[in-house]
């Protein structure tokens, strides 16, 4: 079992960026599918972005893509979100997630069904 611990998380204005990171527990966590959810105030939890166990491949949802940036570095056991050019609709408490599936990597439903949580960072976006 892994156990993941966010940090980063922060009071930014619009238009700035913030870099989360999530530390993993364990020696096996190149063994684990990575990603990223969020979950605004009213709102269901979101896919923000998944990263494979090398690194090599990335996935995220379109309202993110060419703003936000996952990797990870299986050396430090850390999986990291750079958030650049932050919008208020960003703000929600992001959560990484992991998971052991062979599957899809980033197939949402292995992290919700399946996967290990930390306890979350708060983003908050001011316009």
């Known amino acids: 079992q892994v156990q993941l611990v966010e940090s980063g998380g922060g009071l930014v204005q619009a238009g700035g960026s913030l870099r989360l990171s999530c530390a993993a527990s364990?020696?096996?966590?190149?063994?684990?599918?990575m990603g990223w959810f969020r979950q605004a105030p009213g709102k269901e939890r979101e896919f923000v972005a998944a990263?494979?166990?090398?690194?090599?491949?990335?996935k995220y949802i379109d309202s993110v893509k060419g703003r936000f940036t996952i990797s990870r570095d299986n050396a430090k056991n850390t999986v990291y979100l750079q958030m650049n050019s932050l919008k208020p609709d960003d703000t929600a408490v992001y959560c990484c997630?992991?998971?052991?599936?062979?599957?899809?990597?980033?197939?949402?439903?292995?992290?919700?069904?399946?996967?290990?949580w930390g306890q979350g960072t708060q983003v908050t976006v001011s316009s």
């Open positions: 997630a992991a998971h052991l599936e062979r599957g899809t990597y980033y197939d949402a439903s292995y992290f919700l069904n399946h996967g290990y």
């Open positions: 364990g020696r096996t966590f190149s063994t684990y599918a």
């Open positions: 990263v494979s166990w090398s690194g090599s491949s990335t």
